[in-house]
Each structure stands twice: as C-alpha cells, then as structure tokens.
Nanobody, 122 residues
Framework: VQLQASGGGLVQAGNSLRLSCAAS????????MGWFRQAPGKEREFVSA????????SYSDSVKGRFTISRDNTRNTVYLQMNSLKSEDAAVYYC????????????????WGHGTLVTVSS
C-alpha cells in the first residue's frame, strides 16, 4: 500500500486547510485510516482516525471540534479538514493505514505516507 499525503502549506492562524491522502494498492476500503503529526523536536502524535465505513471516528483532544476526518472509498482517499488552525498545529502531517481490515478501533498502523508540511503563521 502506498500513501501520498498532500494539501499542506502556509496558512494564517484561524484559517482552514484540507489535507488529502491518496492510497494505491491494497484494499483501501477495508482499512482504518489515521492522521498523525510531528512538530520539530517533538514525538509523532495521533490526530484522528476513521473506520473503514466512516461510522467510527476518533480525535485527539487537541483537535477535537476543529478538525474533521472523512474518506471517500470510491477515490481511495482520506481527508483531514482543519479549521481554526493554531500555531501549535504546525507540523508534518502523515496519513497511515491499519494493517487489518474491517475492524475498529485501529490496532496497528502498518502503512505510512511521506507526510505534508503544515505551517501556521500568527
């Protein structure tokens, strides 16, 4: 499975950005998909996840209410809509796919994309 994240860029605090992650290979429609981020000097942290059928979603406390994860299984793509961006949201964002299919919650993320950089100016 190959994952390609895109949509990052420079945005002013308070504005919005939508990230996309396109998958190829594997069975995208069956995977739990997740977004993670890593800021300079910090460990990678969980941001959000979505079940294979979009019924279940989870968010870290730091983004809950501001970010929305979604997916389009017909396009093999998962999205992260980021609203009300803050300076602390600046990071490289990675998408990942769980190694199993048709389950929730996520067990183990096996496939990772290269990441897309989000910079937030104040």
């Amino acid at each position: 499975v190959q994952l390609q994240a895109s949509g990052g860029g420079l945005v002013q605090a308070g504005n919005s950005l939508r990230l996309s992650c396109a998958a190829s290979g594997g069975f995208f429609a069956g995977y739990v998909m997740g977004w993670f981020r890593q800021a300079p000097g910090k460990e990678r942290e969980f941001v959000s996840a979505i079940s294979w059928n979009s019924i279940s979603r989870s968010y870290s406390d730091s983004v809950k209410g501001r970010f929305t994860i979604s997916r389009d299984n017909t396009r093999n793509t998962v999205y992260l809509q980021m609203n009300s961006l803050k300076s602390e949201d600046a990071a490289v964002y990675y998408c990942a796919a769980d190694g199993g299919t048709f389950h929730w919650p996520p067990a183990h993320y096996v496939y990772w994309g290269h990441g897309t950089l989000v910079t937030v100016s104040s």
